[in-house]
């Protein structure tokens, strides 16, 4: 039986032209990429034979289809030639046209290229602008910012110049920071303020240069206007209107703004101490004129009157420590200034301006808050220096009066010149007031003359105690005390001074103890006269600073009857210097020796000027002359000298103590009693 095998070779035919149909089928209907595919496909199969072989079977069926179309068309497309070829003139008379159509196109085309490519250009360009316009109107505030800086700069604007640089700063330069110039003026910014700093340093020197020279003006207005004396232009001045004080204040806000604010307050404090230690610094010879202390004051008084001004101004640039810190160092200076300088002043009349500016000076001073008592104080011990400087000038007046005395009593030959004297001393006496002229007063010119020198001296005290704010009663303790000094120890140092001068003579020093008998007296007028000038009663007065004239008076009267004494016995020495006796005479004169009856005549003369003398005085004078001249003569009888007296001798010796004798009784000085004088000479006779 035979098999029936399956025809294996007929199988892998057809299974091969399904392969190449599909094959075919791809690069019929797919596009040239899957060529490739298809080509390794069949080369894979190793039946590339084959498939040429289907392929060319597939071309010959689409040219047989091609040409039956053809075929099919053929008369259409005869039809279509012979419609193109009378169509053909048309479509060259259209080509020509399409083509000057496309020329003209092209051309117009290019034109608005052209155009576009300018359009293009200038949207370019404009949006350029647009963002120029965009920065520069972000910039140019900047800049006109920066150039108002730089026009403060040039104008020297420096406050309104540092708050440009903070709006700059702030406000302006972060809205540009991406330019360069931004950062350029950022780097500058500093060294602005740097500059700002020291062009307003620079001024504050110019001003405080300035306010120096200008200080004593600025004083001179201020005391002016503090006595009331100003000038019509004058009345409304104050430091500002004498000083530009803006530099100060710029400097401050400036330096505030800065941040150096403790910096620039401690500077100005330096500085104007040092000010003040010049300004402190009297002239030389400030003690020579008033002019000196004038000036001195000014000075200070402007220093003062400009810090008070800065310091109700300038809100912390100086405050009250600082000010009382500065007074209190100016006031211990102040017053060692015056205190020295008003030492060398030797004219009262100076020491009376001087007093007058010192008053000024600190009641200005007090109107602006300052404490002024330690030189209201001063003024206290400067009084006692005028005081000294009055009684120098006393000295050499009292000096000039006795000088110019004739030491004789005054004697007036009218009415007139009875009343100038009785109207400068106060003497009353109704037997001289009746009496004829010439009359003659007891005592010599220097009584009223020291008197009213006296009176004048009280007077200039006075005028020293006006204004000074103390009371009556201080003033009028001061007064007495300070004629006590002049009694006590410039006329009672003068009145010593004349009483022990050799060329005094004896009738002079008996009138010099009458005159301080009546100055004595005087003395209650003294009181009086100051009592009146204060309107009190003499008696009201109860004050520990009484007049010590009194005891002055007696004092110096008692150096005068001392002296008187003493000259009065120097006198008789004189005389016996010239007894020459014989002692080994034979026979007596008869008569006194010359030089005794010349010595009793001197004796009668001189103890009648004892006339106006006290009593005392006068009989104290007459016994030390007695006693003096006994015991001198006892002395010449029983020198060691005499070897040998001769009955003669001594009867002539006894005719001198006979004289002597006779003087004693016949009462030279009223108010011994009978015998008295004459026991002086009772030793000569035993």
Not at 180 to 188: D, I
């Amino acid at each position: 039986m035979v098999e029936n095998k399956p025809d294996v070779t007929s199988e892998s035919c057809t299974t091969g032209r399904l392969e190449h149909e599909h094959l075919l089928f791809e690069l019929e209907t797919s596009d040239s990429s899957s060529v490739g595919l298809v080509l390794r496909a069949i080369y894979d199969g190793d039946e590339h034979e084959k498939f040429l072989e289907k392929l060319d079977a597939r071309i010959s069926d689409h040219d047989r289809e091609i040409e039956k179309m053809c075929n099919f068309h053929y008369q259409g497309f005869i039809d279509c030639i012979r419609e193109l070829l009378q169509v053909r003139s048309k479509a060259q008379k259209l080509k020509n046209e399409v083509t000057r159509t496309d020329q003209e196109l092209q051309e117009t085309a290019k034109r608005v290229l052209q155009r576009a490519d300018e359009l293009v250009k200038y949207g370019h360009i404009q949006s350029n602008i647009a963002c120029t316009i965009g920065s520069l109107s972000v910039c140019l505030p900047v800049l006109d910012v920066y150039a108002k800086l730089m026009e403060q700069m040039k104008e020297r604007r420096y406050y309104p110049a540092l708050k440009t640089i903070e709006q700059l700063e702030h406000t302006y330069l972060p809205r540009v920071s991406q330019h360069r110039f931004a950062q350029s003026m950022a780097v500058c910014i500093p060294r602005l303020r740097d500059r700002i700093k020291e062009a307003s340093l620079s001024e504050l020197k110019d001003f405080l240069e300035n306010i120096r020279k200008h200080s004593g003006r600025i004083g001179e207005v201020a005391l002016s206007q503090g006595c009331k004396q100003e000038l019509d232009q004058e009345e409304d001045m104050s430091a500002q209107d004498l000083v530009d004080f803006s530099p100060v204040y710029r400097c401050h806000h400036i330096y505030s703004v800065l941040g150096a604010r403790d910096t620039f307050e401690a500077y100005y404090r330096q500085q104007r101490k040092h000010q003040a230690r010049l300004a402190l610094q009297p002239p030389t010879n400030m003690h020579e004129t008033s002019d000196g202390y004038r000036k001195y004051f000014a000075e200070i008084v402007g220093f003062f009157v400009v810090e008070d001004h800065v310091f109700n101004t300038a809100s912390g640039l100086v405050n009250q420590a600082y000010l009382d810190q500065v007074w209190e160092n100016a006031l211990s200076k102040i017053t060692v200034a015056l205190r020295t300088h008003s030492a060398y002043c030797t004219e009262a009349n100076l020491m009376l301006e001087v007093k007058k500016l010192i008053l000024l000076f600190s009641e200005t001073l007090r109107s602006y808050g300052y404490h002024v008592d330690p030189v209201h104080n001063l003024l206290l011990e400067i009084q006692e220096h005028y005081n000294e400087i009055l009684m120098k000038h006393c000295v050499q007046t009292f000096r000039s009066i006795f000088d110019d005395d004739s030491y004789h009593p005054i004697e007036v030959a009218t009415e007139e010149e009875y009343r100038k004297v009785v109207a400068i001393f106060p003497f009353r006496d109704e037997a001289l007031e009746h009496a004829p002229f010439p009359k003659k007063f007891p005592f010599s010119r220097f009584v009223p003359g020291i008197f009213d020198e006296v009176k004048d001296f009280i007077r200039e005290c006075l005028k020293f105690s006006e204004d000074l704010n103390v009371s009556q009663t201080e003033v009028e303790d001061m007064v007495r005390k300070a004629t006590n000094l002049l009694l006590t120890r410039t006329l009672g140092g003068c009145l010593s001074s004349l009483i022990k001068k050799p060329n005094v003579g004896l009738l002079q020093l008996i009138q010099i103890t009458i005159n301080t008998n009546y100055l004595e007296d005087a003395s209650v007028y003294l009181e009086q006269f100051i009592s009146s000038i204060f309107n009190r009663c003499c008696g009201d007065s109860h004050h520990v600073a009484k007049l010590q004239g009194r005891t002055m008076f007696k004092d110096a009267r008692k150096d005068a009857e001392d002296q008187i004494y003493e000259q009065l016995k120097a006198k008789i020495g004189e005389f016996l210097e010239l007894a020459h006796y014989d002692w080994l005479l034979v026979e007596p004169e008869g008569q006194a020796s010359n030089y005794m009856m010349d010595l009793i005549a001197f004796l009668n003369n001189v103890f009648q000027a004892f006339t106006n003398l006290p009593d005392k005085v006068a009989q104290t004078a007459c016994m030390t002359a007695c006693q003096h001249l006994a015991t001198a003569l006892l002395n010449i009888l029983t020198s060691e000298d005499v070897k040998y007296i001769s009955m003669g001798a001594l009867q002539q010796f006894n005719l001198d103590v006979i004289q002597c004798e006779q003087f004693a009784s016949s009462e030279p000085v009223k108010g011994f009693k009978e015998g008295v004088l004459q026991m002086f000479f009772v030793e000569l006779r035993q």
